[in-house]
């Protein structure tokens, strides 16, 4: 197991527990702060999915900068397992839900699920992304009202504006790129990239 730090909000500087492994790569500090810099207080009030949450970095850190809520969805039950204690140290367990479930698969989300304001995509870079999209296509209903934030490889770039996501905004780390967009079936758009 390892550590990582909330970069802002009621919790900065409070550690969470990582998955130790190859199965897990958690969003660094420094991207998650240029991430939640970015987004510049649109987490405020605002309801959250983090989708492939594994630790849970990414909505916790939502929720210390005073998101309503957030439903985390990962598959994998050992990570799930160090999700819930993530949740259980923040204290937030009022305020988040745990779906247990391969997004890919999923085919409804539970009647008790607001649409999120927010949604987090931050899978493992050897998934296929063009299923991901595909996934998000198929739940346009529940995300069409959201902003999207996706990290993904870079050499994943060619296909991530091509049918649903609408970028507005693209971010270059290092080998990972973000992206920051909305659900939208087929539609172009140029994107502004740093």
Known sequence: MGYLRLTGGEWRGRK??????????????FLRKAVFD?????????????????SGSLGLEAMSRRARGVLF????????????????????????????????????FPDTFLSPDIVFL???FAFDHRKILQALE????????????????????????????????LRRYGESLIAFGTLEKNTTEKVSRT
């Open 73 to 108: 969805v990962e598959k994998d039950r050992w990570i799930r397992n160090v999700l819930q204690r993530n949740i259980t140290i923040c204290g937030i367990e009022d305020k988040s839900v745990v779906l247990g479930r391969d997004f890919l698969r999923i085919q409804s």
């Open 16 to 29: 969470i527990i990582t998955p130790s492994g190859a199965k897990v790569r958690p969003m660094q500090d």
């Open 138 to 169: 198929l739940h346009m209903g529940v995300f069409e009202r959201a902003l999207v934030v996706y990290r993904f490889p870079r050499q994943f770039e060619p296909y991530v504006n091509e049918e649903v996501l609408r970028v507005h905004m």
């Open 122 to 124: 931050d899978p493992p």
């Open 38 to 54: 970015i987004l510049r207080g649109k987490e405020r009030g605002a309801m959250i999915a983090d989708i492939f949450a594994g």
